[in-house]
Structures are given as C-alpha cells and as structure tokens.
C-alpha cells in the first residue's frame, strides 16, 4: 500500500486516473488497526486494478477534513480524482469495504 501525506495526497489521488482507494486511520484508532490486515490482503487481491493508499490523518488533519473525513476509520474510493464511494465508522466491515472495490473493480 502506498503511504499517502500531505505532499503526495493530491498527485496521487486526485490527479491520478482510473481506481484510486484511500484508508484513513490513525494509530489511535482500534477498529482501523482491526481492520488493517483484511485491507492489505483485499490490496493484494484487487491492486491490478485500483492502488491501494493509506493516509495516517494524524500527520495531515486538514486534509483529512477537507476530503470530509470527520470520524475513523473511512476509507474512499475514487475514480479519476473524484470520490465515488465511502465507507465509514458506521459501516466499516470488512464485507462493506469488499462490496465497495467489487462495485468498481472492472
């Protein structure tokens, strides 16, 4: 998975084309260290086709909020540099957040 700051953020997620998915977490944020091994092997499975990223938001808060991220964990889909889907605190499962990469995964 690729690191995501507050450097790279826009380059390689909003600028970038096709199938970009972004976990954001914290290392205070249990449910997110929960869920962190199912997301690598879920990036492992479907990396052919969408990148995978991960943003720690303790490094980069504003950004975080700008991309609307108002609670953990969320993790974002986008598509040519627009969000297309979200998963968030109240839905994070690792079955919801495989249903969102199977719904854009072509």
Same mark, same amino acid.
């Given at each position: 998975?690729?690191?995501?700051?507050?450097?790279?953020? *826009?380059?390689?997620?909003l *600028?970038? *084309? $096709?199938? +970009? &998915? +972004?976990? &954001?977490?914290?290392? /205070?944020? *249990?449910?997110?260290? !929960?869920? %962190?091994? =199912?997301?690598?092997?879920?990036? @492992?499975?479907? /990396? =052919?086709?969408?990148? &995978?990223?991960?943003? =720690? #938001?303790?490094?980069?808060?504003?950004?975080?909020? @700008?991309? @609307? +991220?108002? $609670?953990?964990?969320? %993790?974002? %889909?986008? @598509? =040519?540099?627009?969000? +297309? $889907?979200?998963?968030?605190?109240?839905? !994070?499962?690792? !079955?919801?957040?495989e249903? %969102? #990469?199977k719904?854009?995964?072509?």
């Amino acid at each position: 998975m690729l690191e995501l700051n507050k450097e790279n953020f *826009e380059q390689e997620v909003l *600028e970038a *084309e $096709g199938l +970009v &998915f +972004v976990d &954001f977490w914290s290392n /205070g944020c *249990e449910p997110c260290k !929960a869920l %962190m091994p =199912d997301v690598l092997q879920l990036a @492992k499975q479907y /990396g =052919d086709k969408i990148k &995978f990223c991960s943003l =720690d #938001i303790t490094k980069a808060r504003r950004l975080a909020i @700008k991309q @609307k +991220v108002l $609670g953990l964990p969320t %993790m974002l %889909m986008y @598509k =040519d540099g627009e969000k +297309v $889907g979200e998963i968030n605190q109240d839905t !994070a499962t690792i !079955a919801n957040i495989e249903a %969102m #990469i199977k719904e854009h995964y072509a």
